[in-house]
């Protein structure tokens, strides 16, 4: 072999190594976008899971979904700065590492805290108490409420909540270089013709990655919480009942593994790598090359900015843009759609199984099988639409006028869609004397504790909150020692007649109108996500070229301070006014037991009616705008034509009189 042979080897061997290929970069950073997504999703579809299971507000459940917002804000506007000054792969292959990181400490809580303990009729190795009525016996009680209540417990809460705020500020850390970096590494070193089609990939995966998410949850939470610490034969419970919790933890486990997986090869690619050379004739390449070496000049005096000129010279574009009319007014209209979006992301799910007495895993599945296709379907319409009819920013402004008016008319009637609240003994039904279900003459003789929660629904419709409350004595088993109903219940049926009741609550009954319900909000998605698209182009094309990087930045960045970090916790807090039955640990208050369902119907979805509208009337002020400024162009144009029809028409008066 000659020596001049071996370079050329070694060429070839280099040309051949993935790590050099940007399709290979695109394939990794697909796969690491959606494992992200994964684990940020993840969340949402158990927070009603983490609710039932750690005492949490929806308030405070909200403030944790949102709180990985603040350090992707903190950091966010930096990344506009670093640009190609660092080495973008490895700092990506970083922030994947920390949001693996991140994952594993959200899981961490459940390994920390003992076994999920509920009230139970049956005696178990963990409990041998009962809640059936027993006269004259209050000290089997004792565990079932305040035994509980220890120093420890009360501390081990405090720990569960400061474990997941930290992963969640470390997981908003880790996402920051992710998205940014890796688009505009591939816009570097793609060519002309492929960067819009490996761009479109990666962001189709964003909407596709929550889908996924919910789905994971859906298939998580059908397993029982503590299925490493027990044996199935110990839980009596089943996914429809009220107590259950689902394995919230598992999916965290998953997520965080995959994107653990998923960042290793970031490490393996180059600072730069070769351009993308693409076979064939490029009938627009000479265009669009032209097109990018104006831009590229501007990009490059970005970057060449230090760290203090850059500070300075923000506020300043910051100041520029908001004063843009066009720019602030469809800013604020995304914020409005973004804040709607964030309500339907954290809280649908636990809405839909509290309006419609479905279970979790079912909530998750029709919201990721649904409802999040159907958004995707609508940003693919409102593009789509863009391109076939090469619109003007007026005509885009009009098609995001059209799409926020029709998803309005489509979501009004969601408002009356739902389910009335259930009889409950003593918190939405009360007896004839007035008397709260504790305190009813039936159940006097039971000295039913405050804090019992095991709920069954009576031969009468009318649901309790335990057997106890019910007055019920006694309980039949199957063989497999599951509950199959309870008897002798001196308050249900008529006086001096005891009544049955069964596990698990009555429900609320309607779920003929689950169908159209899911139908109306799947429609008022897609009819929201046309505007998606449009809006964009109206930022891109209305501000100056040389701020199109800073503008898109502070655009994000708005969004996550006025409507991702703000609407979690605005809808958690509208939930929680609508509670008519808190639970009790240690002397404070914990998750919501019941709601009433009208109320809550109202708040939430009146919430996001609200938003809507302010996104409508957005859109609308855009439109007047931009036709006004329309017709002042037409009205300029036609003022300079006037001078020079008055010279034509002069010199055509002259030209007989010159034969003359």
């Known amino acids: 072999m000659t020596r001049s042979s071996q370079p050329e080897m070694a060429r070839n061997t280099l040309c051949r190594s993935p790590f050099l290929s940007v399709k290979f970069f695109v394939f990794c950073h697909g796969l690491l976008q959606l494992s992200q997504l994964l684990v940020s999703g993840y969340l949402k579809s158990s927070i009603s899971t983490i609710e039932r299971r750690y005492g949490l507000s929806s308030q405070t459940s909200g403030l944790l979904a949102s709180f990985n917002e603040v350090g992707n804000t903190l950091l966010i506007v930096f990344v506009s700065y670093l640009g190609s000054r660092v080495h973008r792969p490895r700092l990506i292959g970083c922030g994947a590492l920390l949001v693996s990181l991140a994952g594993f400490l959200m899981a961490l809580p459940h390994f920390l805290t003992g076994p999920y303990e509920y009230d139970r009729s049956v005696a178990s190795t963990f409990s041998n108490t009962t809640d059936l009525c027993q006269p004259g016996a209050p000290g089997a009680w004792a565990n079932l409420s305040d035994a509980s209540c220890t120093p420890h417990a009360s ?51 964003t ?71 693409v076979t064939g004739k490029d009938r627009g390449s000479k265009k669009r090359e032209n097109m ?35 720019y602030l007014l469809v800013v604020l209209a995304q914020v409005n759609i973004s804040a709607m979006v964030a309500g339907l992301a954290t809280f649908m799910g636990k809405f839909l199984e509290r309006q419609f007495s479905l279970t979790a895993s079912l909530a998750n599945m029709i919201i990721g099988a649904v409802n999040i296709p159907g958004a995707m379907v609508g940003i693919v319409v409102g593009g789509a639409i863009l391109k076939r009819f090469q619109m003007s920013l007026r005509q885009c402004s009009a098609l995001c ?9 489509t979501a009004f009637p969601l408002l009356f869609l739902g389910c009335p609240t259930q009889k409950v003994a003593g ?29 069954v629904c009576g031969s009468d419709g009318v649901e309790y909150t335990s057997p106890c409350s019910a007055g019920c004595s006694s309980v039949a088993l199957r063989p497999d020692s599951s509950v199959l109903n309870y008897t002798g219940c001196s308050c249900i049926g008529a006086p001096g007649a005891a009544g049955t009741a069964r596990p698990g609550t009555c429900g609320t009954g309607c779920s003929h109108l689950f169908v159209p319900f899911v139908v109306l909000s799947c429609l008022a998605g897609i009819l929201a996500s046309t505007s998606h698209t449009p809006s964009f182009m109206l930022i891109l094309r209305s501000i100056q070229p040389e701020d199109k990087s800073f503008a898109v930045g502070i655009q994000f960045m708005l969004l996550r301070v006025l409507a991702w970090m703000p609407g979690p916790v605005l809808y958690g807090s509208a939930i929680d006014t609508s509670c008519v039955l808190w639970e009790r640990r240690c002397e404070r208050r914990a998750a919501c037991r019941y709601y009433d369902n009208t109320l809550f119907r109202h708040r939430y979805l009146g919430l996001q009616f609200f938003f809507e509208v302010g996104a409508f009337l957005c859109f609308v002020a855009v439109y007047l705008i931009l036709r006004k400024q329309e017709r002042e162009a037409s009205q300029a144009e036609e003022a300079k034509a006037e001078p020079e029809k008055e010279k034509l028409a002069g010199k055509s008066t002259k030209s007989p009189e010159s034969k003359v």
């Open 292 to 326: 990018l070496s104006q831009l590229r000049p501007r990009s490059q005096h970005t970057e060449n900015l230090s760290l203090m000129e850059f500070i300075r010279r923000f506020p300043v574009v910051l100041l520029r843009n908001l004063r843009h009319p066009v």
């Open 401 to 409: 006028v059209l799409g926020m008016l029709l998803c309005l008319l």
């Open 155 to 205: 501390r081990e809460n405090h720990e569960v909540l400061l474990v997941m705020f930290v992963a969640q500020a470390l997981l908003g850390i880790g996402g920051v270089p992710i998205q940014p970096f890796g688009i505009s590494y591939i816009d570097d070193f793609a060519s002309e013709r492929n960067s819009p089609l490996y761009l479109g990939i990666l962001f189709s995966l």
């Open 207 to 277: 909407v596709v990655g929550p889908g996924v998410a919910f789905m994971v949850g859906s298939a998580m939470l059908r397993f029982y919480v503590d299925i490493d610490k027990v044996s199935s034969a110990e839980v009596q419970l089943t996914n429809k009942d009220p107590r259950w919790v689902g394995a919230w933890w598992l999916g965290f486990l998953v997520a965080a593994s995959l994107v653990a997986l998923c960042a290793l090869p970031y490490f393996f690619f180059p600072r730069e790598m070769p351009k993308e050379v």
């Open 427 to 455: 918190v939405t039904h009360w007896d004839s004397s007035g008397l709260g279900h504790h305190a009813m003459a039936c159940n006097a003789h039971c000295r039913c504790p405050e804090r019992g929660f095991n709920p």
